[in-house]
């Protein structure tokens, strides 16, 4: 079966750093295209980078621009965000997504807290 296992996130101050890991396991993980959405409280879930398969095309929000770096590791079936510079408003919960070639539906991880705070 399909399976996104998050890890990573918690509670950090503003200015502070967060990695996080997204496991896959179920599917040729090299062949999937990969992204990190966020959701806070009260606003519409929104796309904050993705990656695809070959690694060679990235893209991130404007929020987050200079801030985030989407990567993966194809020989770990692993992806990450690294988050420097956190700020109040990226507090979210932050859920990976996977789109798999042939498969009709993304897949979604569990979503972990990030909260940004003094």
């Known amino acids: 079966q399909v399976q996104l296992v998050e890890s990573g996130g918690g509670l950090v101050q503003p200015g502070g750093s967060l990695r996080l890991s997204c496991a896959a396991s179920g599917f040729t993980f090299s062949s999937a295209a990969m992204s990190w959405y966020r959701q806070a409280p009260g606003k519409e879930r929104e796309l904050v980078a993705a990656?695809?398969?070959?690694?060679?095309?990235?893209g991130y929000a404007g929020s987050v621009k200079g801030r985030f770096t989407i990567s993966r590791d194809n020989a770990k079936n692993t992806m990450y965000l690294q988050m420097n510079s956190l700020k109040f408003e990226d507090t979210a919960v932050y859920y990976c997504k996977a789109y798999i070639p042939g498969v009709a539906r993304d897949y979604w991880g569990q979503g972990t807290q990030v909260t940004v705070s003094s």
């Open positions: 990656m695809a398969s070959a690694g060679g095309s990235t």
